[in-house]
């Protein structure tokens, strides 16, 4: 099954600026999510990911403050921009594989201070 | 837009015993795929089980195995000879057929397993 890595695994940042958060999979997938998941609570979706396409965003969701990008079949990321404490949260990236089936990556760890 | 409801917040269970964790979910499609996922606290999401709507026939994987009741909307898991690793998050999770491929996730059950 795809392996997904995603970096950096957690990161402290100040507020107003940016962090691109990547993901790398060891095999071509169709889609790709992106999930943000506030401590202790469940996975919402942000976007999915095609490749050669702009990303289809959630209700609540931008892609001023969420910009993503798809270059290839293996790889994404998002960035979350201009960020305030309200953005700390783990965010987590996902795979649809060719022959169905779904992975993630093991999440980014986001303290806005 | 689906949605999918775990009611149990938190469940408890004596190791080597067995414990069902609840999952009902709305939806007006005909075909849909349902899953359990783990998360324990590394993150990793990790599949569990899954279920086809199509398929009559209860999914099982060892030692879970799953209750879908279709007509009630119902998709509970259910843990045999529950052991100190189930220990986690679980979460139910819904996807509908191609070409919509987002899944939705309940807000989750966090399952203690006590020795």
């Known amino acids: 099954s795809a392996v997904i890595s995603q970096k950096p695994s957690r990161d402290i940042c100040q507020r107003g600026t940016s962090l691109t958060i990547q993901c790398q999979v060891d095999s071509q997938v169709t889609m790709m999510f992106w999930y943000r998941q506030q401590p202790g609570q469940s996975l919402t979706l942000i976007a999915t990911a095609n490749q050669g396409s702009e990303a289809t965003y959630e209700s609540g969701f931008v892609i001023d403050k969420f910009p993503i990008s798809r270059p290839n079949l293996t790889f994404s990321t998002l960035t979350v921009s201009n960020m305030s404490p309200e953005d700390s949260s783990i965010y987590l990236c996902?795979?649809?594989?060719?022959?169905?089936?779904?992975?993630f990556g093991s999440g980014t760890r986001l303290t806005v201070v | 837009a689906q949605t999918v409801t775990q009611s149990q917040p938190e469940m408890s269970v004596q190791e080597a015993e067995t414990v069902t964790l609840s999952c009902t979910y709305d939806?007006?499609?005909?075909?849909?795929?349902l899953f359990w996922y783990k998360q324990p606290p590394s993150r990793q999401m990790i599949l569990v089980i899954r279920?086809?709507?199509?398929?009559?026939q209860n999914a099982t994987e060892n030692r879970f195995s799953v209750n879908f009741q279709k007509a009630a909307k119902s998709f509970s898991l259910k843990i045999s000879d529950s052991q100190l690793g189930d220990a986690a998050m679980y979460f139910c999770?819904?996807?509908?057929?191609?070409?919509?491929?987002?899944?939705?996730f309940g807000a989750g059950t966090r399952l203690t397993v006590k020795p």
């Open positions: 999770a819904y996807r509908s057929a191609p070409p919509l491929n987002d899944m939705r």
């Open positions: 279920q086809e709507a199509y398929k009559q």
């Open positions: 939806t007006s499609e005909s075909d849909y795929y």
């Open positions: 996902s795979a649809r594989r060719p022959a169905g089936g779904y992975t």
